[in-house]
């Protein structure tokens, strides 16, 4: 990031980066435009950067009255245009004269969806406010600390709006360019919410040991799992034999614990072979708990229910098999049936009455080969492998 000293270098350098095909996120449209217009307001463009709120007073009503009759067409709307596409481009090269108007900008370019943008904008001059109303002068003087301390006083009803501002100003410590400037403390995080807060579990020494060394998602399984075992007084001294015995017996079904917790049997599977996993590394003989789980809720393959079959007899197929040999006066004899001769007209008869049935034409070869290999597999005697291909004779069967 180049560091520019006077408007007329920003102009240049914005006009430079556009001509060579890779513009500045922060240039816009009229750009060219503006720059003539604010050339004509302050006499040139050679006016230091950090001299532009003398030349273009955020206030309109901090504006001279001859500043104000250079502003062509209408001064208060033009003058709040061209001053806010000016101070963005501004705050992305010259981070250190405004670090919470860079913020803003960087807020904005993360959403991307314009009114999103202007949310996150507005989230970030919200904090501003905040921590210019308690003495902190520039984004990195907030402290993990102080957002705690600002959202513990919120009321319940807009608890959910305020933890939105603090939530896009603490996603900024991700940001590449924010990180590579040090404009925030890179230990920000967000406190709890008060629900989270209401139902936080305070872990055993050899717990919140294993929690540090695990990844982030055990933390929230193991809560949710030593919640319950201490709500149902399972485990009163809490080792990780114990909680490898309790899975073992299967004390921790999903029906037993169901009544102290509301989330889903999937979700109590997981948690508990996240746990298990862990344990099993940490204890001297981890064969004696290396067998199956007794419980199926740390089964994820589960046993089909049982379907009911149809017998070949009562299946649509067979039942228009049975009609076409009794039009044609055939015994139901796989024997007999499955000959060159007679398999033909069998085949045949199925064919038109299945049409007159109004069966679809790629349905009725389906039925025939249906029949066929169950023919197939009650026949005494050899059966060609192939049988020769039927044509529709005047062989109807009566209906």
């Known amino acids: 990031m ?3 000293q006077s408007l007329q270098d920003l102009a240049n350098t914005l ?11 922060t240039d ?22 950090d001299h532009f709120d003398t030349l273009l007073p955020d206030s309109w009503d901090a504006v001279p009255d001859e500043t104000r009759t250079r502003i062509p067409g209408n001064p208060r709307r033009n003058h709040m245009r061209l001053r806010a ?3 963005r481009a501004i705050a992305y090269h010259r981070p250190e004269l405004d670090p919470w108007a860079t913020l803003a900008v960087l807020a904005e370019l993360d959403c991307g969806h314009h009114a999103r943008a202007e949310n996150a904008s507005h989230a970030i001059r919200r904090i501003r406010s905040l921590a210019a109303e308690c003495g902190l002068g520039t984004p990195y003087d907030i402290t993990k600390a102080w957002i705690a301390d600002q959202l513990r006083d919120v009321a319940e009803d807009k608890e959910t709006q305020e933890r939105w501002y603090f939530a896009r100003f603490v996603d900024l410590t991700t940001n590449p360019l924010a990180r590579r400037l040090d404009l925030l403390r890179s230990d920000l995080v967000m406190p709890p919410t008060r629900l989270q807060a209401a139902a936080a579990v305070e872990f055993p020494d050899w717990l919140e040991k294993i929690a540090e060394d695990e990844p982030g998602y055990f933390r929230s399984s193991a809560e949710l799992v030593w919640r319950v075992i201490i709500r149902a007084d399972l485990a009163p001294r809490g080792s990780i034999e114990d909680i490898l015995g309790l899975l073992e ?21 997981t948690y508990i072979k996240r746990l298990r996993t862990a344990f099993l590394r940490r204890v001297p003989d981890p064969s004696q708990y290396s067998r199956r789980l007794q419980h199926a809720d740390t089964d994820r393959r589960k046993t089909p229910a049982p379907r009911t079959r149809l017998s070949d007899r009562n299946r649509a197929q067979y039942r228009l098999f049975l009609d076409v040999i009794a039009g044609l006066d055939l015994p139901e004899d796989p024997d007999q049936l499955l000959t060159p001769k007679t398999w033909p007209r069998v085949a045949a008869g199925m064919t038109e009455l299945g049409k007159l049935r109004g069966l679809s034409g790629r349905s009725i070869p389906a039925y025939i080969d249906y029949v066929n290999s169950v ?15 039927w044509e529709a004779e005047s062989c109807t069967p009566e209906r």
């Open 85 to 87: 596409q000016i101070v």
């Open 28 to 49: 816009w449209p009229c750009r060219a435009v503006d720059f003539r217009i604010l050339s004509r307001i302050a006499g040139g463009l050679e006016h230091p950067i």
């Open 249 to 269: 017996a299967g004390h921790l079904l999903y029906h037993t614990i169901k009544p102290l917790t509301s989330v889903k049997q999937s979700t109590w599977t």
């Open 375 to 389: 023919l197939r597999a009650n026949a005494t005697v050899d059966v060609p492998r192939r049988l020769p291909r």
């Open 2 to 4: 180049k560091c520019f």
């Open 15 to 25: 006009e430079a980066e556009a001509a060579a095909g890779t513009p500045c996120p």
